[in-house]
């Protein structure tokens, strides 16, 4: 949905939201999407992604107001090629030409999880547009935050049925491998491509956005940590000895 005013186009992103969500619906019911493990429908890291930029393109009002709209849809649909069967097409229809490039800047194509893959896509960010650049750091931010809020759902000791036990810490060990051998160095290599890079057009929110996912690495680490450890006091700085 398309809205005209003062001859300037804007675009609806109540309805790209919805866009996103039923094209992932979709795909979860016809199989073409594997559901996560934690079963949190992963439109909700795509608004959680646009919500962060929001804020802060609100808050240091850098670029221009359509610019500003651009990256906000442009998270919110950052995912679309690269997980559900939608077309260039519709996207530009819906989000407008300048999203559809954010987004078309932000697709992988390429084997899940892949070391060497995203290696080869770290250098293509780096040398992507700011605004790209802006919205995967907000997609890392939420990628290293994001498991840390969950490893605190992984309590074993609350399980008494030793069936469902045993189970609940096969996953856990399985789940906290991934996390730190191959979610960890993947989201670590992206990172370090993306934070060299000059920001001129957003410096202040990118600062703001590096700081935050620096912040949200080193709790992703010092939690793998604690985790692994079972040990409350084992990561905290100031800890009591």
Not at 111 to 138: C, M, P, W
Not at 153 to 182: G, P, S
């Amino acid at each position: 949905m398309v809205h005209a005013s003062n001859m300037e186009i804007t675009y609806n992103t109540k309805d790209c939201a919805d866009f996103v969500r039923s094209a992932y619906i979709k795909g979860y019911s016809s199989g073409k999407i594997k559901s996560r493990d934690d079963k949190e429908p992963n439109w909700f890291h795509c608004a959680r992604v646009a919500d962060t930029l929001e804020i802060l393109l609100g808050k240091y009002n850098e670029g221009s107001q359509e610019e500003r709209q651009a990256i906000v849809l442009g998270a919110i649909g950052h995912d679309l090629l690269e997980d559900v069967e939608v077309s260039e097409q519709e996207i530009q229809g819906l989000f407008g030409e300048l999203a559809l490039q954010h987004i078309k800047g932000m697709t992988r194509k390429g084997q899940d999880f892949n070391t060497k893959d995203y290696h080869a896509y770290s250098q293509k960010l780096a040398g992507s547009s700011e605004e790209v650049r802006l919205i995967k750091l907000s997609d890392l931010y939420d990628n290293y935050a994001s498991p840390i809020y969950r490893l605190l759902n992984m309590v074993v000791q609350d399980v008494t049925d030793a069936k469902q036990k045993k189970h609940t810490e096969e996953y856990n060990n399985t789940r906290l491998k991934f996390l730190k051998t191959i979610l960890g160095p993947i989201l670590d290599v992206q990172f370090e491509a993306v934070k060299k890079t000059v920001f001129s057009k957003y410096p202040k929110i990118a600062q703001d956005l590096i700081s935050k996912v620096e912040d949200a690495q080193m709790l992703y680490g010092r939690e793998l940590e604690r985790k692994a450890n079972d040990n409350l006091y084992s990561t905290l700085l100031f800890a009591v000895k």
